[in-house]
């Protein structure tokens, strides 16, 4: 570890007030000095943890800061937040001021587009100063009153975290379960709710996950997880008895895979998803019989994956069976488990499918081409007229939502760009038409004043890689403004150029904001996905560093103006892309990073680990540990010049341990040859999303374009 000057020891002495009261336990290594320029960050105390792996010695110095329990690492999270706090003291004003902006481009007091099942309307609604939604309902009967189904603001009084995952009514309208998690550990507690009497039943059920469904109004199904908070179990309660009562109807051991259950559309199924990264079970469960025992609905085989949808009389499977990009097969309900699945929708080099939405006579296909969703529909009365519901503009987004109600003649969809807010549509089997229901309001904004451009980037192996960009309408293309550049890229997610009210505080400061769709989604299909894990993860960095480089060669901006963000895996990606080329940014902010890929893939307890062997590698194999150590963050950090950056983290986030970002800023600060800022901000009381509050969510996220505006030198 290296030592301070003895001048900046002499400086110990003079500590700041906001310091005063910092826990100081003996040993904890952080070494607190005054206001800037005399001011040094924390010091982590290296404690080298040394074990050999395929012939490579490996030290780990910060091994210890997993320790959670230990007094001395919540000392040195202190720490490093007092610091943070301090050194970015006078961006207060301008935090307040994004704040202020932001939060007036919200209505505050706002309710969804209600949605029909089962008789009733059902929609959410917020209140100004709350920060938590309102979950309502109203009969359909005309004139009938609304009712508070849960007041999730009720749920968070004197809770520092508060989240309702799951909220599902009984199919009579009488009961509503819920998972509510005060934890942001993802340890949730199913609560019933009796909705004639506003009551909570004696049902309460503790250590479940997200999700739960409904075969009739007293059997219910939920979910529980591993030690390692895998769901790998799914189980029968009946209302009104106790839970040693319950029965496990299925429990799946391989820790590659992950289970779920949710009722389908048409209420005729209680559906079990038995599904890994490469392969795929589903079993189903009638809602008439929900005591009897589960049916495959086809067997697993290796690296075929599938979706399974009902429609009136039979079954449809979304499989990659023979299909890169998805196919549609079919099968007549009455013979699961002994009939043969025919082809319904063939497969498509150009087409991605990626899931259905199914109605009685109608069948949505949300598929993928060109870079963008489109709607097709299908006539399941005459199986030949084929459509597409269209969009007018060149980069978009749209999403299915709300179509609870199988014998329905409309579709519900919600289409946005980066310059439309979310707008809420019915669109009309029998006519064709569509009808806006709503559009998001957004107070003050002028779609006029901003323009979307959309390109794309040969990455380097020649790879055509899209961006899509919003800007100013006076910005010029010149190389003098700056850039945030964003991206994910894993897990197949797909990044879409929705609306983002909050990014107009960067835009109105002649800032471009560019979503960079690289490999490890599903943008362009399947392919893109696969061409962006595993032993080929790497295309992802490579892509983002091409747009990069792209973005100040044509001018978009400069080295000393980009500025790149990711979170989660999309931190992953800020750790990998600043390692390789920290020279081509001006600043980074990586958001709960998964950093430390080696030493988290070889410990199975830690949560998603071992399923997760199919997404990055699994290290105990010397060829794809080999691969992993090439760029993992945390093992690639080096003596060299570092941009500025932001990291962000939360003591209680258990999908990427506080100990990975905290532990890689660590070996940063004693690694790192620049004077550049390297702060990190730990919420000491968040989960992975960070706080749960609208509000304190927008204060985050202020602060974080606070800093971003510091880096290019914007100060108002």
């Given at each position: ?6 001048a ?72 490093e ?36 099942e089962?008789?009733y ?9 709350k920060?938590?939604p ?7 009967a ?14 968070a ?19 509503a379960?819920?998972?509510?998690d005060?934890?942001?550990?993802r ?22 996950v ?19 908070r ?6 029968r309660?009946v ?88 196919k ?7 013979q ?27 069948l ?34 749209v ?23 979310p ?17 998001v ?6 779609p006029?004043?901003?323009?979307v ?26 190389g ?9 890229g ?13 990014v107009?505080?960067l ?40 747009v ?23 931190g ?34 830690i ?65 790192k ?10 919420n ?20 974080r ?12």
């Amino acid at each position: 570890m290296t030592s301070p000057s003895e001048a900046h020891m002499r400086h110990l002495r003079i500590l700041l007030s906001s310091l005063a009261a910092l826990p100081m336990a003996g040993g904890f290594g952080a070494r607190l000095v005054a206001q800037a320029p005399a001011m040094l960050p924390p010091v982590a105390t290296a404690k080298p943890k040394i074990d050999t792996l395929h012939g490579e010695i490996r030290t780990d110095n910060y091994f210890w800061i997993r320790e959670k329990s230990n007094p001395d690492v919540i000392a040195y999270l202190n720490a490093e937040n007092a610091y943070t706090e301090a050194k970015t003291k006078h961006t207060e004003a301008l935090q307040q001021k994004l704040y202020d902006e932001m939060l007036s481009r919200i209505k505050e007091t706002d309710v969804s587009v209600p949605f029909r099942e089962n008789g009733y309307y059902y929609w959410t609604a917020t209140e100004k100063g709350k920060s938590y939604p309102i979950f309502m309902r109203r009969k359909a009967a005309a004139g009938s009153a609304d009712e508070v189904v849960i007041d999730a603001n009720a749920l968070a009084v004197g809770k520092k975290f508060s989240q309702v995952a799951t909220l599902q009514v009984s199919p009579s309208g009488k009961r509503a379960a819920y998972l509510h998690d005060t934890t942001a550990l993802r340890y949730y507690t199913l609560y019933v709710k009796d909705l004639t009497t506003g009551k909570l039943l004696g049902d309460s059920i503790s250590h479940v996950v997200p999700s739960v469904a409904w075969a009739n109004d007293t059997v219910l199904f939920y979910q529980t997880a591993d030690s390692a908070r895998r769901s790998d179990a799914v189980w029968r309660h009946v209302i009104g008895t106790p839970r040693s009562g319950d029965v496990e109807v299925f429990h799946e051991k391989d820790v590659l895979d992950n289970v779920g259950v949710g009722r389908e559309v048409s209420n005729k199924y209680i559906i079990i998803n038995d599904d890994g990264f490469t392969s795929s079970e589903a079993r189903v469960i009638p809602t008439a019989n929900p005591f009897a025992a589960p049916i495959v609905v086809a067997p697993r085989k290796p690296n075929v994956e599938y979706q399974v949808d009902h429609i009136d009389g039979a079954f449809l499977l979304t499989t990659n069976e023979g299909a890169q990009n998805f196919k549609v097969m079919r099968l007549p309900e009455n013979q699961l488990g002994k009939g043969e699945w025919r082809e319904f929708i063939p497969a498509s080099d150009s087409v991605f499918i990626e899931y259905l939405v199914p109605f009685k006579d109608n069948l949505v296909v949300v598929q993928r081409s060109g870079g963008l969703r489109r709607l097709r529909v299908m006539d399941l009365k005459t199986r030949r007229a084929v459509y597409y519901v269209t969009f007018p503009e060149s980069a978009y987004a749209v999403n299915p939502t709300g179509n609870a109600e199988f014998n329905s003649d409309t579709v519900r969809f919600v289409y946005q760009s980066m310059v439309t807010p979310p707008s809420t549509y019915d669109y009309s089997f029998s006519t064709r038409q569509r009808a806006l229901k709503k559009k998001v309001e957004v107070p003050g904004f002028d779609p006029t004043k901003y323009e979307v451009k959309r390109f794309m980037v040969r990455a380097r192996d020649g790879v055509m890689v899209p961006v899509s960009m919003i800007v100013g309408k006076n910005w010029k293309q010149d190389g003098t403004h700056p850039l945030l550049e964003y991206a994910y890229g894993s897990y197949g997610a797909t990044t879409e150029a929705t609306f983002n009210s909050s990014v107009l505080s960067l835009v109105d400061r002649g800032f471009g904001y560019a979503i960079a769709h690289i490999r490890g989604g599903q943008e362009m299909g399947r392919a893109w996905y696969d061409q962006g894990k595993m032993m080929n993860k790497k295309n992802t960095f490579n892509d983002f560093v091409d747009v990069g480089q792209y973005l100040v060669d044509n001018k978009y901006t400069s080295k000393d103006r980009l500025i790149a963000n990711g979170g989660s895996a999309g931190g992953l990606l800020m750790g990998a892309v600043v390692n390789m080329r920290p020279d081509l940014f001006r600043a980074v902010v990586a958001d709960v990073p998964f950093v430390d890929v080696i030493n988290t893939m070889m410990d199975a307890s830690i949560p998603l680990t071992a399923q997760e062997w199919q997404q990055w590698g699994d290290p105990h194999d010397s060829t794809q540990y080999a691969y992993m150590r090439s760029y993992s963050p945390y093992d690639n950090v080096a003596r060299r010049a570092y941009p500025w950056m932001l990291v962000t983290t939360s003591l209680n986030d258990s999908q990427v341990g506080y100990w990975e970002p905290v532990k890689w800023v660590a070996k940063l600060r004693s690694m790192k040859t620049d004077n550049n800022p390297l702060y990190i901000k730990i919420n000491m009381a968040g989960g992975h999303g960070g706080s749960s509050g609208r509000y304190d969510v927008l204060r985050e996220r202020a602060f974080r374009y606070a800093f971003m505006l510091d880096a290019v030198g914007i100060s108002q």
